[in-house]
């Protein structure tokens, strides 16, 4: 049977023929005419030429009746009689039939049929209908229209050039037959206007191609599925078939249990109900259940739930259930095209690929692609919109209403979907697996409003060196699932997984590439994706990946694709503005889910992100980590070790999440972003401490830029179960230091208020010390403070021509002791000098009391200080006050002063001994000429705002929590 077009026509109960409706069709379509089933009579169905007269049609007495469209212009009406009344009519619908030319008919080809290897040209304003299958063909070139019969068909031909439409199918009429269009060319030099061969494309043509998707694309397992079993259980009832094609998703690490866990693909045997059979065994163990944060800890019960540390909003929740299930999609589909298994894809990766340019328009739905791609080929990817929304540096229309959906990528050399320099698609339920290269990828950086939603990705591997396009898809990084180079589009409901690298990469640059390179924003001025306004990221998944689940930084820095660390910033109108910032934008990643993954769940090196209603869970290192700034972490759920673990007999990876030394891969929930994030109320569990690795809730090895870090006052309200609050590190190298007293604020170490400090005389002499349970593992105690810190040092003065140096680049080592009252020494604090580019190389500094007293020298250096300069903080109050002695050159009669800015300073008294200045209020100094020692009591209280105009730079939270100031001596 033909085209059916399903046409009912409304039953009228008077005798009245109405102004006909048209209906227009191609001839050889089925027309079905149908009445309601509730009509009481005997029914005829008419036809007529002219709408006049009408002739009864033979065997047409039913409710429905079908009719072969012939003619140019047909009439059909229902005629109803009832006895003893008048006949009745419906509607009238006038059936406008187009001639098209059937592909087995001689007549279409005045030069003969199509033989073997023929190049074949349908003319603009024809339509052929293929009805049967040709012999393997040369190119067609398609200037009219080329459409599928419904009916099983294939066609081989080397390549398909379309300048007017390929047609299998409807959107509202899905082609339900089997079409397989083979594209077979092994001249993989031959370009067919300059778009090369083994491909379908388009030239300012259109391509419809609507097959009959599975009613669903992919599902989760409903239980647990064991390594070697045949058969799974499906969360939902399917609509699949036997010998239907699936993937099947890893549930554990990247390459777990020696290599084994990697998604897998495999045939239906059968289906009953939700439990399908397999003709392969499973290549690994399956998680197949749901779980949820107990009481007691992790379960496979929702009893006894937590309850979390904020109630539920109507848009704000926290979420109370882990589902590490894996996915099941189906890959087969009713529409195939395909590169044959050739030599040429055996060995070259010369695969089968669609190129939508010009002024093309595409609209698929329900196709699988496979062996698509070609190695190493630029713009020869298995589907690939090309330059449709810019000409030159201008942009032109989106392409809005253009789709690629419910469609399947089968394996590819040369990545997945690309979007190039084209706006406004949509990318929607498709599952791209076994890809080599990023498997979603925006391609130059300008590509904007499109909407990539419920996609699924498997199994994304690096292509060979050799054969790469882009540095970033084989650095030591490598392709991920989704490449996203633009801010502004929308990302949802997506899944990445099996990828080698990242699930998601969100690498904004600071200008576009490629092609695109020139293009310009809506202001005139050259793109800058890196300050444009972030669009939506919501409800994505990313997990079992080889590095990161999200990673936001490592922009595109070149056309070869090297890339470069950059923090992004969202800015309404795509430009940064001075201070105050008023463009500045927070931006939002929410709901999304992280597991599994061998580095942190998110990286995001931002500036004001928002992660909000988040679930990450058994990742390696850090669950949060990056380079961001201002950013918030709240109403998450954080599992540091669920029980799906150790399911195919291996754990976490020996090295994972390198940073400042550490590169355990211990869980710890949190990077602290140096203090710069708000962590609130969140459900943080199973974080156990490590000892002397970094492990617990929050990661000490972060705190590095200040000698006392009091950021913790930030991390509010959070639910802290069976967890550790954070093992306090040593630096790996004894060249830089880590905060030596932290603010406990919250009272998760110990009491609130106090600071947890390494348990050392250094910081614990004089004062009431508690033990922070387990005990040693914890690596510090909790004290009362305050605490002072100094950092930034200079002995002669500042500036960039030696001796002379930055506070900001402090090279030289340290020593500090701490006196008792009797002046001796009880510990020494030793920070060794660094070289340029050492790790952390400028880090040193230390933290006092005011009970002890302190000595400053620098025994590496050869020459006393003769211009120092060192930054306190922390001593808010005139009531902080602290003595230390600090080295300097005994052949200069010193001065002191404390700086709050450039116009505010205040001189220090000079008494006579150091007695006196310990006996003084503050604010006083004596130098020990002969010791080279000038001893300074140091009073707080001093910092101040500078400023009460609102158009001038205004106190960062952190000069308002530190109140730092300049020590002088010269």
């Known amino acids: ?94 059936v406008i039939g187009t001639p098209v030319h059937l592909w087995s008919n001689p007549a279409t080809w005045p030069n003969g049929k199509p033989t073997t290897g023929s190049e074949v040209v349908i003319p603009e304003g024809m339509t052929i209908r293929l009805d049967e299958n040709p012999p393997a063909l040369g190119g067609i070139t398609v200037n009219g229209e080329l459409e599928f019969a419904r009916k099983d068909l294939q066609l081989s031909a080397k390549w398909i050039m379309v300048h007017g439409t390929l047609r299998i199918g409807t959107e509202q009429h899905p082609f339900l037959q089997k079409a397989t269009i083979s594209l077979t060319d092994t001249d993989t030099q031959a370009s067919i206007m300059g778009m090369g061969t083994r491909g379908i494309v388009l030239m300012d043509g259109n391509l419809e191609l609507h097959g009959k998707s599975p009613d669903v694309i992919w599902t989760k397992l409903n239980e ?25 998703a890893p549930t554990d690490y990247y390459l777990a249990g020696n290599g084994i866990s990697t998604t897998q693909k495999n045939t239906i045997t059968s289906v009953n109900s939700t439990q399908i059979g397999l003709t392969t065994p499973l290549n690994a163990f399956r998680w197949g259940l749901l779980q949820y944060p107990t009481t007691p800890g992790m379960s496979l019960q929702p009893a006894n739930l937590l309850t979390p540390p904020q109630p539920d909003t109507e848009t ?45 328009v595409a609209h698929v739905d329900g196709v699988e692609i496979k062996r698509g791609g070609q190695r190493g080929r630029l713009r020869r990817y298995p589907f690939h919109w090309h330059m449709l929304s810019y000409n030159g540096t201008q942009a032109i229309a989106d392409a809005s209403g253009q789709y690629f959906k419910n469609s399947v990528i089968h394996t590819s050399r040369n990545r997945g979907i690309v979007i190039h320099g084209t706006n406004g698609v949509l990318v929607q339920n498709n599952i791209v697996y076994d890809i080599q290269g990023h498997g979603i990828f925006t391609e130059d950086a300008v590509e904007r409003r499109n909407i990539i939603d419920g996609n699924l990705v498997l199994r994304v591997r690096n292509p060979p060196y050799a054969s790469r396009l882009k540095m970033h898809e084989v650095n030591e990084k490598g392709s991920s699932g989704f490449w996203i180079s633009n801010p502004d589009n929308t990302i949802i ?35 800058n994706p890196s300050r444009m306004e972030f669009g939506v990221f919501d409800n994505n998944t990313s997990h079992s990946n080889g590095i990161n689940g999200i990673h936001i930084d490592d922009v595109e820095n070149d056309n070869e694709g090297n890339t470069i660390g950059f923090q992004y910033a969202s800015n309404e109108g795509g430009r940064a503005t001075p201070w105050p910032e008023p463009s500045l934008r927070r931006f939002h990643l929410t709901r999304f889910k992280v597991w599994k993954n061998m580095g942190p769940g998110v990286w995001d090196s931002a500036r004001r992100p928002t992660n909000q209603s ?59 972003y140096h203090s710069t994030f708000d962590i609130r109320d969140n459900i943080v569990i199973n974080f156990p401490a490590t000892a002397n690795g970094r492990s617990g809730v929050f990661s000490t090895e972060d705190y590095y830029t200040r000698p006392v870090d009091k950021g913790m006052i930030r991390n509010t309200n959070n639910l802290i179960q069976n967890s550790h609050p954070g093992v306090k590190l040593r630096p790996v190298f004894q060249h830089y230091a880590l905060a030596s007293a932290l603010l406990d604020a919250q009272g998760v170490w110990g009491p609130a208020g106090n600071y947890f400090v390494y348990d050392e005389p250094f910081f614990t002499y004089g004062k009431t010390v508690s033990v922070v349970p387990p005990g040693d593992i914890s690596g510090g105690v909790s004290v009362p403070g305050p605490f002072y810190g100094f950092e930034g040092f200079v002995l002669h003065g500042v500036g960039d021509t030696p001796p002379q140096n930055q506070s900001y680049n402090d090279l030289m080592g340290i020593e500090v002791n701490r006196l008792n009252n009797d002046l001796q020494t009880i510990a020494t604090w030793t920070v060794n000098p660094a070289q340029s580019g050492w790790l952390l190389d400028h880090m040193r500094h230390f933290a006092t009391t005011p009970e002890g007293i302190y000595e400053l020298t620098f025994p590496w250096e050869t020459t006393h200080p003769t211009n120092f300069q060192v930054n306190v903080e922390n001593m808010l109050e005139a009531s902080d006050t602290q003595v230390i002695g600090i080295q300097f050159d005994g052949n200069i009669n010193a001065s002191v002063r404390l700086w709050v800015d450039s116009d505010t300073w205040f001189n220090y008294a000079e008494l006579n001994s150091l007695q006196e200045i310990i006996d003084s209020d503050g604010e006083t100094f004596w130098q020990d000429n002969v010791n080279n020692r000038v001893w300074v009591k140091i009073r707080g209280g001093r910092w101040e705002f500078w400023t009460n105009n609102p158009q001038e730079d205004l106190p960062s939270s952190d000069e308002l929590i530190y109140e730092t100031v300049v020590l002088r001596i010269f």
């Open 614 to 672: 988040v679930v990450s869970a058994d990742n390696h290192g850090r669950f949060f980590a990056g380079s961001g700034d201002d950013g918030i972490i709240e109403r998450s759920l954080i599992i540091g070790t669920s029980l799906n673990h150790e399911m195919n007999g291996t754990g976490r990876s020996d090295v994972a999440d390198p940073f400042v030394g550490f590169s355990n891969p211990d869980p710890v929930a949190f990077a602290t």
């Open 493 to 527: 409901n997506n899944i990445a997984a099996d990828c080698g690298s990242f699930g998601f990469w969100l690498a904004f640059p600071t200008r576009p590439f490629g092609e695109s390179t020139g293009v310009v924003a809506e202001d005139g001025l050259l793109m």
């Open 1 to 94: 049977m033909k085209n059916i077009f399903f046409t009912i026509l409304a039953f009228l109960f008077i005798s009245f023929v109405g102004e006909a409706q048209i209906l227009e069709v191609q001839f050889y379509d089925t027309l079905r005419l149908e009445v309601p089933a509730t009509t009481i009579g005997n029914i005829q169905w008419q036809i007529s030429n002219d709408g006049e007269s009408w002739e009864n049609l033979t065997n047409a007495n039913a409710f429905t009746t079908k009719q072969v469209i012939l003619n140019t212009s047909n009439y059909f009406r229902a005629q109803i009689t009832q006895q003893d009344c008048a006949p009745t009519f419906s509607d009238i619908t006038q």
């Open 316 to 360: 704000l929740q926290t979420p109370l259930v882990l589902d590490e299930r894996a996915e099941i999609g189906n890959l087969s589909r009713n529409i195939v095209i395909q590169a044959p298994d050739d030599d040429v894809w055996q060995t070259q990766g010369f695969g089968v690929h669609i190129m939508v340019m010009g002024s093309s």
């Open 224 to 248: 647990h599925a064991a390594l070697g079993s045949t058969s799974i259980n499906l969360l939902q009832n399917v609509d699949w078939k036997v010998g239907d094609e699936l993937v099947i």
